[in-house]
């Protein structure tokens, strides 16, 4: 590893105004290792193996930084003066060597608006929205993907795979095909032929197989090892919520480094509210912001291991998942501990919500913020309002949710939250008539 004064003269040249991304470089040595989040033990930068040797799969790690060095350049008036849009404008907080791999989509840097309509129907002072629906393939996960195929392609790989029902194969198909990467992912039987359809639009190998969610992931991995594919399971691969993070990061710039009360995460395998929790950290620890919000975790009644092993302070029971929202349904969560620590760390709380409050709050979040959210990312909002009802967060705190996917691919569920539009004949009499009873009511 280089001497400190090194590596603090090359992280100097990062972020240089004026300078463009392709010319800028991130000093090399800014990782300083990785943990076990079991054992803790601690590693180097483990290139072909992506757990913890002693504890196996259990032992998923965490990337360790020199922040010391990233704290003297990285700054939030650097931030101010990068042209750079992109989550790579953070690149020296990620696990990559620099912008030469990087494929050309443009992840990050999504909308947060204030929902001010949305914070009055519900009863909030202040509500935030955090709109990943605008990257690429529409959610988060694209964050994530995007570092995975740069250290792909940084460490020689020319193949990525990974089990999914949800975001990741399709934010993976689309950033492998840009990155000239080939991708052979396996979806469980319940993903839709519209989604599977997708997949194969954007050239990757697509297999549904007969089983579930456990079952893609496991067959994924198993290629992953025999093969020598590179492992784009989101809950496996440390390197993947570190993409994440960075979620956190632009709204720290975004809101001017205030911190609200609570961030409100759904939680699925538990990564993204443990990479939304150490990004707030790591601002914390660079002295970008002052405190830390309190991280609020929302699951499926119908997929909730997470909340009951919180609720219940024991291990988790793995379950069969029964819940609208697919991107939630996962019966045996790997990032467990991850995601609890976020919580408890935080002084933050979990809660399960049903399908009817999911597609409640996806109609609400609709009509008053023009947000169109998947169902999972929907169930933050049924969370919030669980939460204030039960007066378990109080209504002159500040939130943000984190809204993870768009929902503009969800019509089915899109059509259970509403109902169908009503028919009329071309008839403006007709029409004005049933204008008349419709505009007199109130609609909120």
Request: aromatic share 6%; proline share 5%; charged share 20%.
């Amino acid at each position: 590893m280089d001497p400190p004064s090194s590596r603090s003269q090359r992280l100097a040249r990062f972020l240089r105004p004026g300078a463009s991304a392709e010319r800028q470089t991130a000093p090399l040595g800014l990782v300083s290792g990785m943990a076990c989040v079991r054992c803790e033990r601690t590693f180097d930068v483990l290139k072909r193996a992506l757990w913890c040797p002693d504890c196996g799969m259990e032992g998923i790690l965490d990337v360790q930084y020199d922040y010391n060095s990233i704290g003297k350049v990285l700054t939030p008036g650097r931030l101010v003066q990068t042209t750079i849009r992109t989550q790579w404008r953070y690149l020296p907080l990620l696990p990559v060597r620099g912008f030469k791999q990087v494929p050309p989509l443009e992840v990050g840097w999504t909308p947060l608006y204030e929902a001010r309509a949305l914070a009055e129907t519900i009863g909030m002072d202040q509500v935030w929205l955090k709109d990943e629906g605008k990257n690429p393939t529409g959610s988060i996960a694209d964050r994530a993907t995007m570092v995975a195929a740069t250290r792909a392609r940084e460490d020689n790989y020319s193949m990525v795979t990974c089990g999914t029902t949800g975001n990741t194969a399709l934010s993976a198909a689309a950033v492998a095909a840009s990155a000239s990467l080939r991708a052979t992912l396996f979806v469980s039987q319940d993903a839709s032929d519209g989604y599977v359809a997708q997949l194969l639009l954007l050239g990757c190998d697509v297999f549904v197989v007969e089983g579930s969610y456990e079952d893609a992931i496991r067959l994924s991995l198993r290629c992953a090892e025999e093969y020598g594919w590179y492992n784009c399971n989101k809950a496996i691969n440390p390197f993947l919520v570190e993409g994440k993070k960075t979620v956190a990061f632009e709204m720290g710039e975004q809101m001017h480094w205030a911190v609200p009360d609570c961030v409100v995460v759904a939680v699925a395998e538990g990564c993204t509210i443990a990479a939304v929790w150490k990004g707030y950290c790591e601002m914390k620890q660079l002295g970008w912001i002052s405190r830390l919000p309190k991280m609020i975790g929302v699951q499926a009644e119908g997929s909730s291991p997470i909340y009951t092993a919180w609720k219940q302070q024991r291990d988790p029971t793995a379950v069969r998942p029964n819940t609208i929202a697919q991107s939630l349904a996962v019966g045996a969560p790997r990032n467990l501990r991850k995601a609890v620590a976020a919580i408890r760390e935080s002084g933050g709380m979990m809660v399960a919500v049903s399908d009817r409050q999911i597609l409640q709050a996806m109609h609400l979040l609709g009509e008053r913020s023009g947000v169109i959210a998947e169902p999972g990312s929907a169930a933050t909002l049924a969370g919030l309002v669980s939460l204030l009802r039960s007066r378990q967060l109080t209504r002159t705190m500040s939130a943000v949710l984190l809204v993870a996917g768009s929902g503009l691919r969800h019509q089915a569920a899109a059509i259970e939250a509403t109902g169908t539009a009503r028919t009329v004949s071309p008839d403006f009499h007709q029409l004005r008539t049933i204008l008349q009873r419709s505009l007199s009511r109130t609609p909120f």
